[in-house]
């Protein structure tokens, strides 16, 4: 198997922290999408959505899109609890939070990152009013994770989960954004700094 | 079990075929978010994200998010063919594409909606021109659909899935934004067509 990423992209970091998470070992490919490699015909030949990350299979299988990655990697391994959770209840209750997570909060971050920096103004329309409002809905839905945390362990319940990866690797990337974990929100502090400790995140580079 | 739901929204139309898909009847709570009745701090205590559909357990549990509640409801039934797909990469492509139709064609078919529309902006910050681009990146994102479905009978392969489900429901929402299936989505057309007479989609009230 290969991973065809750009390594500072959040997608790209929350799928290498779901492969450390596994303890696999898979070689990467860099795409250098900030100068249009994923616009080549071979690159979106491959993939569906012409974006990384992209995983490639030995049979020449590709699977793009991040969750759909990690999904299939899971299969692979065998892992004490699942990172998508265990019981059904326990699944939807990761998938719920994941994609709370993802709608209102990788997704605005994205949006705002796009439409204020206008990084790919040559190759997107951009809004700028649009990527600062998006940036205000971002700020404004962080206490809703603070308070989950206040009375939960990890973001879908007792166990780390994708939820969780995701969520890290957005406040991670909202840096960019000037978006820092403030006093206001010590739950969320501490569920960051204790994630940050994990092994997977420490081997990131 | 029962569903809270606003029956026009394009979320509650794909919970409701995927529950007639598995020939489940589940009790139905009519909630008028037009007029703010999820705003109330009785359904926030209920719903993370504030919004329809949202299923209470008998337990009193609650779950939000269309898929989470999809994938809860699937593990109630024992079926031939999971929504989700059957094999761990069947799984994987069935994700892949779920997640290529919502980012790349629900998610912009709403912020279309909302912001042109302006339905919302009693509550909501309402920014035109990113209605117009994500009406515009939808109509291009279109063709994607068709090209796969010249090469394939569902969108993520032999056996219907949540992806064709979640891409019904978006295409027949983007009817309010005057876009419609036109002769040079050809292949589209055709599923649509066919999808339209599954008798899931048939018991649409």
Not at 71 to 78: D, F, G, N, Q, W
């Amino acid at each position: 198997m290969k991973l065809y990423e750009f390594a500072p992209a959040p997608n790209a970091v929350r799928v290498r922290i779901f492969i450390a998470e596994l303890d696999l070992e898979i070689a990467r490919v860099h795409v250098d999408t900030r100068g249009g490699e994923n616009l080549s015909d071979e690159f979106k030949s491959k993939s569906v959505n012409g974006l990384i990350p992209l995983l490639e299979l030995d049979d020449g299988t590709t699977l793009c899109e991040s969750v759909a990655i990690c999904r299939y990697l899971e299969s692979t391994v065998a892992t004490e609890h699942s990172l998508f959770g265990d019981t059904a209840l326990e699944q939807a209750q990761v998938e719920m939070w994941h994609r709370v997570v993802e709608f209102q909060g990788l997704v605005p971050a994205m949006q705002a990152f796009r439409n204020i920096t206008g990084l790919f103004k040559d190759r997107e329309n951009i809004v700028e009013a649009w990527g600062v409002e998006s940036r205000l809905r971002l700020v404004e839905f962080l206490p809703t994770l603070d308070q989950r945390l206040a009375n939960s362990r990890y973001l879908a319940g007792d166990n780390f989960s994708i939820a969780d990866i995701t969520a890290f690797s957005m406040i991670r990337f909202i840096k960019l954004l000037k978006i820092e974990l403030d006093d206001s929100l010590p739950n969320l502090q501490r569920w960051f700094e204790q994630i940050a400790q994990r092994p997977s995140i420490k081997a990131l580079d």
